[in-house]
């Protein structure tokens, strides 16, 4: 799995408020961990964090280290300038786990031009450290490693 | 079906609709305008402020985003003196006609007569001349620390603050998935130009054609600028009154067929199992087991366009096509045409009349069943419509048919 970004500068980025549910999750890049909460009772993966796992309602969840492997489910080339943030233009995507069916994640993708991007390609995450404080997931094609 | 006597929603209709002016930039008080729209549905039923013992509104009064609520029950409450026995507001509906479906659950019950619903916008003026950018979470470059919390902690951390990328991201599986094209997709874009151009307050008038679509900027692919809709300043406003009441109203009322409001999937724009339906899926599927009508009777839809997918997605969820097929559907256009088998979005939807947010789609169905469509009536005297709105993990919808 990949460590964290080497990138010389890094794009602005609004970064989340951290709490006590959702620190594991902004921190795991420190380790090189993409990680989600999952249930110590039936085994689910559960994302967004909850305190209740939804499938059988067990409040012993804990975050686990998942492959970092990830499948295209769908993106966007971003042309729009919303707010500060990378250069023009980006893609965000929506990337599906394969530890469990229906988890996903929306991320940007890295290391591809935007037309050379698509659904189904293989990917694996890559952190982007904000200020050793929140380590943003990112995908990139796995042939780019 | 369902059991018949449990569609109580048919025991309303829909006596009276208003509109204030629409622009692309008003910079009027809002609850200026939310007040003409309001006033206007209420001489349009034939009613005065003393008949409405009912408010509804979606989403109530918020401050973010800039412009994006022009006003509140209490306002509206207040500003007409009005003496309610039911009051609703609030966004956590199905979609923004979930408050209309209040008003007409309230009706029903009893515990109001008429009902004064409204939706008021003030986008355009909030964001002024410096656009969409100036009032976007964070669009002043994180200044005082902003940070993400909330849904918005798993888009903005990615630098994705707006509907427009969740829904491109839609659509784009829908292109992977059934094979649609940006050609396919131009066409809610061309037909509501077509059909703004005979409606005197439409935002953008001006004939558009498959070159200027195609060649006009992306914004998030495949959504280019004119796949998403104009941001307004207007207010629309309908009334919701108890079907027996119809004798006191100055038109035959709009009878409330059936509604739907289902959501059966997570309420997540990145989790949602079938991101090529969204939840209209859900919504249509519930409103056709609350009737004997069929999606071949109807003879007008009406559907939401906040962006142009949203609208594909609805044509194929309320059976107007199969799963998957609206891109063949809607291709060149002729079948959603004023004359063509369901005429769409015939005030020229918020693509091209604005962003009046939900309630303009109930408003021109309206219209169009009491026949005062104007130069864009659709022809043949149609009797049976539905409007629909709301994208991504919100999705309300109504059925529609003219009383005789």
Known sequence: MAGASTEPELPFRILPRLTDLNRDFWTGGRAGELRFQRCRQCGYYNHPPTPVCPSCHSKELRFEPVSGRATLWTFTVNYQPWMPGPELPFVVAIVALPEQEGLRLTTNLVGVEPDQVKIGMELEVTFENHDDEVWIPLFRPVAAS | ????????????????VGQSDVGRRLYRDPLELTLDAC??????AGLTTADIDGVATYPGPMAQPAGFSGAGVVDVHDALRLELGWWSGGIE??????SVINACLAVASGLATHVLCFRSVYEGSAQGEKG???VMPG??????GF??????????????????????????????????TREQLAQIALNARKNAALNPKAIYRDPMSMEDYLGIRMISSPFCLYDCDAPCDG??????????TAADLRKPGIQVEAVGTALRGRPSWDQFDDLTTMACRDAAAQMWTRTDLKPSDVQLAEMYDGFSFITMAWLEAMGFCGKGESGPFVEGGAAIARDGVIPLNTHGGQLSAGRLHGYG??????????GEGGERQVPGDPEVGVAAAGGGPLAGALLLTRRR
Do not use: N
């Open chain 2, 361 to 370: 789609f109930l408003h021109e169905a309206c219209v169009q069943l009491w």
């Open chain 2, 1 to 16: 079906m369902i059991d018949p006597s449990l569609v109580i929603e048919k025991r309303a209709l829909i006596s009276g």
């Open chain 2, 139 to 144: 669009g002043d470059g994180g200044s005082g």
């Open chain 2, 132 to 134: 969409r950018a100036s």
């Open chain 2, 93 to 98: 509906s199905p979609g923004q006609l979930g």
């Open chain 2, 235 to 244: 207010a629309t406003a309908v009334i919701v009154s108890r079907a027996d």
């Open chain 2, 147 to 180: 940070r993400a919390s909330g849904f918005m902690e798993w888009t903005l951390p990615f630098s994705a603050p707006s509907a427009a990328i969740w829904i491109a991201m839609m659509a784009q599986r829908h292109f992977y998935e059934f094979g649609t």
């Open chain 2, 39 to 44: 006033l206007a549905a209420i001489a349009d």
